[in-house]
């Protein structure tokens, strides 16, 4: 089956350092996976955070990026200087495009915690 | 815009008590339905899916069964609770191919 491999957590930066989470998956089950990043602040419900649809693309947002490598089959999520703000956790997850399941399947999630 | 209501935000339940969690989507209608669950140390995954009202797929068995007695309404349940069941529960909807949209959630203790 499909399935998601990330860095385990706790992961603890200080602010302004980079971070680097590392997603590795395993598409069986979808000739050509859209993989997604997700992140859930305390409280919150998980948000997307950025996705790629195409191999050898990068997503980006709010200061993250991530490369969709189809050779390396990962996705790991960067970002240059992170801020208190970023403390959350984030999961790699890889889907396909449509159907009305197009299930997700997901890392265990990284929980992240920047210190000031 | 659309919302997506999660309920309750926590539970401490006995082994062997029922449960309810519900879900409710405003603002979109004939959205496709989801439930994920996360145990402790454990990945998200998808428990089960609804494209229309009182149909639901079955994902993953868990002893829990869901329904959809609305267009916007999808409950999760279950007779008698496992301690297995403990974990957080995410309901989520999308609409063709949209992304997901998730609620907060709901993290449920089973003691």
């Known amino acids: 089956g499909d399935s998601v491999t990330q860095t385990e957590g706790p992961v603890t930066v200080s602010e302004s350092e980079s971070l680097i989470i590392n997603c590795t998956y395993s598409?069986?089950?979808?000739?050509?996976?859209?993989l997604f990043w997700y992140v859930r602040y305390p409280g919150e419900g998980l948000q997307l955070l950025l996705k790629v649809i195409t191999a050898g693309q990068k997503g980006s947002s709010r200061g993250f990026e991530a490369t969709y490598n189809k050779e390396t089959t990962s996705f790991h999520l960067q970002k240059a200087s992170v801020q208190e703000s970023d403390s959350a956790v984030y999961y790699c997850?890889?889907?396909?495009?449509?159907?009305?399941?197009?299930?997700?399947?997901f890392g265990k999630g990284t929980k992240l915690s920047v210190k000031s | 815009a659309q919302t997506i209501h999660q309920w309750p935000v926590a539970e401490i339940k006995a082994v062997g008590s029922p449960l309810s969690l519900g879900c409710t989507i405003k603002?979109?209608?004939?959205?496709?339905l989801y439930w994920y669950w996360q145990a402790t140390g454990g990945t998200l995954q998808q428990l089960f899916y609804?494209?229309?009202?009182?149909?639901v797929e079955s994902v993953v068995q868990l002893n829990l069964s869901a329904s959809r007695p609305k267009d916007d309404q999808f409950i999760l349940s279950t007779e008698k609770l496992l301690l297995s069941h403990s974990g957080f529960y995410l309901c989520?909807?999308?609409?063709?191919?949209?992304?997901?949209?998730f609620g907060s959630g709901t993290r449920l203790l089973v003691i």
């Open positions: 609804s494209i229309t009202v009182g149909q």
């Open positions: 989520a909807w999308r609409a063709g191919r949209s992304d997901y949209t």
């Open positions: 603002g979109k209608s004939s959205p496709n």
């Open positions: 997850a890889l889907g396909n495009s449509g159907g009305s399941n197009a299930k997700l399947t």
């Open positions: 598409a069986t089950s979808i000739a050509y996976p859209n």
